[in-house]
Protein backbone atom coordinates (compact mmCIF):
# COMPACT_ATOMS: atom_id res chain seq x y z
CA UNK A 1 0.00 0.00 0.00
CA UNK A 2 1.17 3.30 -1.09
CA UNK A 3 2.04 5.91 1.76
CA UNK A 4 1.43 9.48 1.21
CA UNK A 5 3.63 12.45 1.88
CA UNK A 6 2.41 15.81 3.23
CA UNK A 7 0.68 18.11 0.40
CA UNK A 8 2.58 21.18 1.14
CA UNK A 9 6.12 20.95 0.67
CA UNK A 10 7.94 18.42 2.69
CA UNK A 11 11.34 17.59 3.96
CA UNK A 12 13.21 16.35 1.28
CA UNK A 13 14.23 13.46 3.89
CA UNK A 14 10.58 12.73 4.22
CA UNK A 15 10.00 12.56 0.19
CA UNK A 16 12.90 10.31 -0.25
CA UNK A 17 11.90 7.98 2.76
CA UNK A 18 8.22 8.06 0.89
CA UNK A 19 9.67 6.84 -2.48
CA UNK A 20 12.32 4.01 -0.51
CA UNK A 21 9.17 2.75 0.70
CA UNK A 22 7.07 3.18 -2.53
CA UNK A 23 9.82 1.17 -4.36
CA UNK A 24 8.00 -2.20 -4.87
CA UNK A 25 4.79 -0.59 -6.84
CA UNK A 26 6.93 1.63 -8.71
CA UNK A 27 9.25 -1.44 -10.11
CA UNK A 28 5.85 -3.04 -10.54
CA UNK A 29 4.23 0.19 -12.38
CA UNK A 30 7.54 0.24 -14.69
CA UNK A 31 8.05 -3.28 -15.27
CA UNK A 32 4.76 -3.88 -16.36
CA UNK A 33 5.28 -1.01 -19.34
CA UNK A 34 9.04 -2.06 -20.53
CA UNK A 35 8.71 -5.37 -19.88
CA UNK A 36 12.18 -6.69 -18.47
CA UNK A 37 12.83 -6.58 -14.53
CA UNK A 38 16.17 -5.53 -15.60
CA UNK A 39 15.36 -2.61 -17.49
CA UNK A 40 12.95 -1.67 -14.49
CA UNK A 41 15.23 -1.53 -12.09
CA UNK A 42 17.74 0.44 -14.29
CA UNK A 43 14.93 3.24 -15.26
CA UNK A 44 13.63 3.17 -11.89
CA UNK A 45 16.84 3.84 -10.31
CA UNK A 46 17.81 6.19 -12.55
CA UNK A 47 14.76 8.46 -12.30
CA UNK A 48 15.01 8.15 -8.82
CA UNK A 49 18.83 9.52 -8.90
CA UNK A 50 17.68 12.22 -11.86
CA UNK A 51 14.96 13.72 -9.51
CA UNK A 52 16.91 13.80 -6.06
CA UNK A 53 17.57 17.36 -6.56
CA UNK A 54 13.86 18.35 -7.68
CA UNK A 55 12.43 17.03 -4.02
CA UNK A 56 12.55 19.93 -2.87
CA UNK A 57 10.30 21.39 -5.64
CA UNK A 58 7.42 19.02 -4.80
CA UNK A 59 3.98 20.68 -3.91
CA UNK A 60 2.18 17.44 -4.51
CA UNK A 61 2.10 13.95 -2.97
CA UNK A 62 5.36 12.64 -3.10
CA UNK A 63 4.17 9.20 -4.92
CA UNK A 64 2.15 10.92 -7.59
CA UNK A 65 4.88 13.55 -8.67
CA UNK A 66 7.31 10.08 -8.98
CA UNK A 67 4.66 8.36 -10.81
CA UNK A 68 4.67 11.30 -13.95
CA UNK A 69 8.54 11.38 -13.63
CA UNK A 70 8.60 7.18 -14.46
CA UNK A 71 6.06 7.72 -16.90
CA UNK A 72 8.26 10.42 -18.51
CA UNK A 73 11.17 8.29 -17.97
CA UNK A 74 9.35 5.00 -19.98
CA UNK A 75 8.67 7.27 -22.95
CA UNK A 76 12.49 8.17 -23.24
CA UNK A 77 12.97 4.62 -22.62
CA UNK A 78 10.67 3.83 -25.50
CA UNK A 79 11.65 6.61 -28.22
CA UNK A 80 15.31 5.77 -27.20
CA UNK A 81 14.36 2.27 -28.32
CA UNK A 82 12.97 2.69 -31.41
CA UNK A 83 15.41 5.10 -32.61
CA UNK A 84 18.09 2.37 -32.16
CA UNK A 85 15.74 -0.24 -33.82
CA UNK A 86 15.44 2.07 -37.08
CA UNK A 87 19.38 2.44 -37.01
CA UNK A 88 20.00 -1.53 -36.76
CA UNK A 89 17.25 -2.22 -39.62
CA UNK A 90 19.30 0.58 -41.55
CA UNK A 91 22.40 -0.58 -40.98
CA UNK A 92 21.15 -4.17 -41.67
CA UNK A 93 20.03 -3.32 -44.94
CA UNK A 94 22.93 -1.55 -45.68
CA UNK A 95 25.05 -5.21 -44.93
CA UNK A 96 22.77 -6.56 -47.01
CA UNK A 97 22.96 -4.29 -49.92
CA UNK A 98 27.16 -4.70 -49.86
CA UNK A 99 26.33 -8.21 -49.42
CA UNK A 100 25.52 -8.58 -52.96
CA UNK A 101 28.19 -6.07 -53.92
CA UNK A 102 30.90 -7.96 -52.08
CA UNK A 103 29.91 -11.29 -53.26
CA UNK A 104 30.05 -9.61 -57.02
CA UNK A 105 33.66 -8.29 -56.56
CA UNK A 106 34.69 -11.44 -54.49
CA UNK A 107 33.60 -13.39 -58.02
CA UNK A 108 35.11 -11.00 -59.94
CA UNK A 109 38.53 -10.63 -58.33
CA UNK A 110 38.42 -14.85 -57.15
CA UNK A 111 37.92 -15.13 -61.10
CA UNK A 112 41.11 -12.52 -62.57
CA UNK A 113 43.09 -14.18 -59.57
CA UNK A 114 42.55 -17.56 -60.34
CA UNK A 115 43.07 -17.41 -63.52
CA UNK A 116 46.36 -15.43 -63.36
CA UNK A 117 47.40 -18.36 -60.35
CA UNK A 118 47.30 -20.87 -63.26
CA UNK A 119 50.01 -19.13 -65.16
CA UNK A 120 52.34 -20.02 -62.30
CA UNK A 121 54.65 -23.41 -61.69
CA UNK A 122 52.05 -25.97 -61.07
CA UNK A 123 53.51 -26.63 -57.53
CA UNK A 124 52.67 -22.78 -56.54
CA UNK A 125 49.18 -22.82 -58.17
CA UNK A 126 48.64 -25.91 -56.60
CA UNK A 127 49.80 -24.71 -52.68
CA UNK A 128 47.69 -21.76 -53.05
CA UNK A 129 44.74 -23.71 -54.39
CA UNK A 130 44.62 -25.98 -51.47
CA UNK A 131 45.99 -23.51 -48.89
CA UNK A 132 44.44 -20.08 -50.08
CA UNK A 133 40.93 -21.26 -51.59
CA UNK A 134 40.23 -25.47 -50.10
CA UNK A 135 41.30 -23.67 -46.71
CA UNK A 136 43.37 -26.55 -46.21
CA UNK A 137 45.94 -25.83 -43.10
CA UNK A 138 49.93 -25.57 -44.38
CA UNK A 139 50.50 -28.59 -42.24
CA UNK A 140 47.98 -31.01 -43.90
CA UNK A 141 49.06 -29.42 -47.48
CA UNK A 142 52.78 -30.47 -46.55
CA UNK A 143 51.53 -34.02 -45.66
CA UNK A 144 49.23 -34.07 -49.09
CA UNK A 145 52.55 -33.05 -51.31
CA UNK A 146 54.83 -34.91 -49.38
CA UNK A 147 57.00 -32.05 -48.07
CA UNK A 148 58.12 -30.81 -44.77
CA UNK A 149 55.51 -27.81 -42.75
CA UNK A 150 58.83 -25.94 -43.43
CA UNK A 151 59.04 -26.92 -46.45
CA UNK A 152 55.18 -26.41 -47.35
CA UNK A 153 55.93 -22.75 -45.65
CA UNK A 154 58.19 -21.67 -47.79
CA UNK A 155 56.24 -22.57 -50.98
CA UNK A 156 53.15 -20.89 -49.97
CA UNK A 157 54.96 -17.68 -49.15
CA UNK A 158 57.27 -17.99 -52.86
CA UNK A 159 53.72 -18.84 -54.57
CA UNK A 160 51.70 -15.66 -52.75
CA UNK A 161 55.08 -13.43 -53.92
CA UNK A 162 55.15 -14.87 -57.62
CA UNK A 163 51.05 -14.40 -57.95
CA UNK A 164 51.16 -10.44 -56.27
CA UNK A 165 53.94 -10.39 -59.21
CA UNK A 166 52.06 -11.67 -61.37
CA UNK A 167 48.85 -9.20 -60.56
CA UNK A 168 51.08 -6.23 -60.72
CA UNK A 169 52.19 -7.03 -64.29
CA UNK A 170 48.74 -8.06 -65.56
CA UNK A 171 46.78 -4.98 -63.48
CA UNK A 172 49.30 -2.63 -63.69
CA UNK A 173 48.68 0.45 -61.29
CA UNK A 174 45.40 -1.45 -60.27
CA UNK A 175 46.93 -4.14 -58.37
CA UNK A 176 49.20 -0.72 -56.26
CA UNK A 177 45.29 0.29 -55.48
CA UNK A 178 43.32 -2.32 -55.12
CA UNK A 179 41.19 -4.12 -57.78
CA UNK A 180 38.05 -2.59 -57.36
CA UNK A 181 36.84 -2.95 -61.02
CA UNK A 182 38.70 -5.32 -62.39
CA UNK A 183 37.25 -6.01 -65.80
CA UNK A 184 40.16 -6.41 -67.61
CA UNK A 185 38.95 -9.53 -68.98
CA UNK A 186 41.82 -12.07 -68.01
CA UNK A 187 43.87 -8.72 -67.76
CA UNK A 188 42.68 -8.09 -71.17
CA UNK A 189 45.28 -6.69 -72.69
CA UNK A 190 45.79 -5.96 -68.62
CA UNK A 191 44.45 -2.66 -68.54
CA UNK A 192 42.09 -2.87 -65.57
CA UNK A 193 39.05 -0.18 -65.82
Keep these: MATEAPEESAPVEDIAATLVANHREFLAFVEKRV ?3 ATAEEIL ?6 SMDKFDTVRETAVGWFYRVLRNAIIDHHRRNAAAERRNEAYAREEQAGESQDEELHRVVCKCVAQLADTLKPEYAAALRRVE ?5 VKDYAEEAGISSNNA ?3 IF ?4 ALRKQVARSCGTCATHGCIDCTCDQGAKHGCH
Aim: avoid cysteine; aromatic fraction near 4%; glycine fraction near 14%.
Design 153 to 155: GVR
Design 35 to 37: GNR
Design 158 to 161: RARE
Design 45 to 50: QDSFVR
Design 133 to 137: VDGVS
